[in-house]
């Protein structure tokens, strides 16, 4: 079956402009993971979703960071305003359940940001 | 809080000759998780292997093995037979289980260039 695809796969914006992530998890993955790799902070957890729970913000950067998921499945990560320090690889994992951590997360390929 | 801390920046081997790769980490949970991801050129992170906090058994998966003693707090993972292919940066993680929703702390990853 096909894996976790994201779309764009890179952007490039000008400073000050909104951006929008797309993700599409593995059929049947009832958790959802929005991480950020940049050359200064590595790899960080940004936000997580399981099923029709409340997501889990608490990785997110500042508030032109949002995210949501729409029926329990794509999900879309929007920056506002950006910022050159937004400039990164953005990588969605999905899980089976994520309330149990037996499940390893499935990642993406990646959206490489890039602010102008 | 959690923390990953993988000492070894990069590593450069030979071809067929064994790496290890250190990974150390904190937590006050007495349940967590603890994982290796591989990152090869095309840039997407590939499960490799997941071990508990309860179950220290070592275990050998192919050319694949690693050491997991929590006395000392670490991980450690080891290619054996090096190969070409097996040139990516690996990256240890922690997961402090489902009350934290299994999102997963990053250590700053190893690059491994083997070397034909």
């Known amino acids: 079956g096909a894996g976790v695809s994201q779309s764009p796969s890179n952007k490039v914006t000008e400073k000050g402009k909104d951006v929008e992530l797309r993700c599409d998890p593995i059929s049947g993955h009832t958790a959802l993971y929005w991480y950020r790799q940049s050359l200064g902070q590595g790899l960080e957890f940004l936000i997580y979703?399981?099923?029709?729970?409340?997501?889990?913000k608490s990785g997110l950067p500042s508030d032109r960071f949002s995210a949501e998921r729409t029926g329990g499945s794509v999900s879309t990560l929007t920056i506002q305003r950006t910022q050159q320090e937004d400039s990164a690889v953005y990588l969605c994992a999905s899980s089976l359940e994520g309330g149990s951590s037996y499940n390893e997360q499935f990642f993406g390929p990646g959206t490489r940001l890039t602010v102008l | 809080a959690q923390k990953v801390t993988q000492a070894q920046t990069e590593i450069s081997v030979v071809e067929k000759e064994d790496v290890t790769l250190d990974c150390v980490y904190e937590t006050r949970d007495t349940t967590y998780y603890l994982f290796w991801y591989k990152q090869p050129p095309s840039g997407e992170l590939v499960f490799l292997i997941r071990r508990n906090s309860f179950d220290e058994q070592n275990e050998i998966s192919g050319r694949y093995s690693w050491n997991f003693q929590k006395s000392t707090s670490s991980f450690n993972f080891t290619i054996t037979a090096s190969q070409v292919v097996d040139s990516a940066v690996y990256f240890c993680?922690?997961?402090?289980?489902?009350?934290?929703?299994?999102?997963?702390?990053f250590g700053g990853g190893t690059r491994v260039l083997v070397k034909p």
């Open positions: 979703f399981q099923g029709n729970s409340a997501p889990d």
């Open positions: 993680a922690l997961s402090e289980g489902a009350a934290a929703g299994n999102k997963l702390t």
